[in-house]
């Protein structure tokens, strides 16, 4: 599992992937993304990529706070270090949870554990920010029904929230 690195560096805060899940062995490259499009101001998300042919690059990484980009997917970057636009989508999603804190007083409710085991169970990828927001890349024609059940209780209890990275287009700051 990955985790996610929060540094702050002259104002802005800089998201990372300590791990990513297709880290590259070769041709590997690390761009940045501008989160202020996203409600984030102030941050970048840092993504790790491979080089897949003239100018483009896969992503290697499931995005925390990215919208509109994926696992796989191809992009484009703009002054050799920030992602510019996605070129080509790969038909993966992203699946985001968020555990709120503080944490359920009783273990019973606590439904981190299962999610990891359904993740593992049904073969997905992931990466996680600490203990409380996950990143789950869902491939095409998959089915996720036991992560969504996973952590059904909790977000119906409103002390777990979940989104679809592609909710929104990816977009590029000014």
Not at 6 to 26: F, K
Not at 28 to 41: C, N, S, T, W
Not at 75 to 81: C, F, T
Request: charged share 25%; aromatic share 10%.
């Amino acid at each position: 599992m990955g985790n996610e690195m929060v540094d702050s560096v002259g104002g802005i805060t800089y998201i990372t992937h300590d791990d990513p899940v297709w880290r590259p062995a070769e041709n590997g490259y690390v761009a940045l993304v501008d989160l202020a499009p996203f409600g984030f101001e102030g941050e970048q998300e840092q993504v790790w990529l491979r080089g897949v042919g003239e100018g483009e690059f896969e992503v290697c990484c499931v995005p925390f706070r990215i919208y509109g980009m994926s696992l796989g997917d191809k992009v484009e970057l703009s002054d050799g270090r920030f992602v510019s636009g996605v070129v080509a989508r790969k038909g993966r999603k992203v699946f985001r949870v968020f555990f709120a804190d503080p944490r359920p007083a009783t273990a019973t409710l606590d439904s981190r554990g299962p999610l990891r085991a359904a993740v593992l169970a049904g073969g997905f990828l992931s990466e996680w920010s600490g203990d409380r927001h996950v990143a789950i890349d869902i491939p095409d024609l998959s089915d996720p029904s036991a992560i969504f059940a996973a952590i059904d209780e909790e977000v119906r209890n409103e002390t777990a929230y979940c989104e679809w990275g592609d909710s929104e287009p990816f977009t590029i700051g000014s």
